[in-house]
């Protein structure tokens, strides 16, 4: 339901404005970006104050990798693995 819900609002705001794809998607950064990195910011503190419950690979490397996927957002469209859970749909959207 909230891939159609958004569907819908994203496709009558393209039909309304006719953006360009550019604007379009620097638009939705703006909009998404920054509550996406507080939220992951918050976690990976979390990461380091309750190591046990944390997703992140033990090697730094591998850990640093899977940080840098997620800040590109490439969890949905790719098989890395979410570091917040509910973030892999912001991908697609």
Request: proline residues 5%; without cysteine; charged residues 10%.
């Amino acid at each position: 339901m909230f891939f159609v819900l958004s569907g819908f609002l994203i496709y009558g705001i393209l039909i309304k404005k006719h953006p360009s794809t550019k604007a379009f998607i620097l638009r939705r950064l703006r909009r998404l970006y920054p509550v996406f990195l507080v939220v992951l910011g918050l976690y990976l503190v979390l990461s380091i104050v309750f190591p046990s419950h944390s997703k992140l690979p033990h090697s730094l490397s591998q850990a640093l990798i899977l940080i840098g996927a997620n800040l590109l957002m490439l969890p949905g469209m790719t098989s890395i693995t979410a570091i917040i859970t509910v973030a892999w749909s912001l991908s697609y959207e």
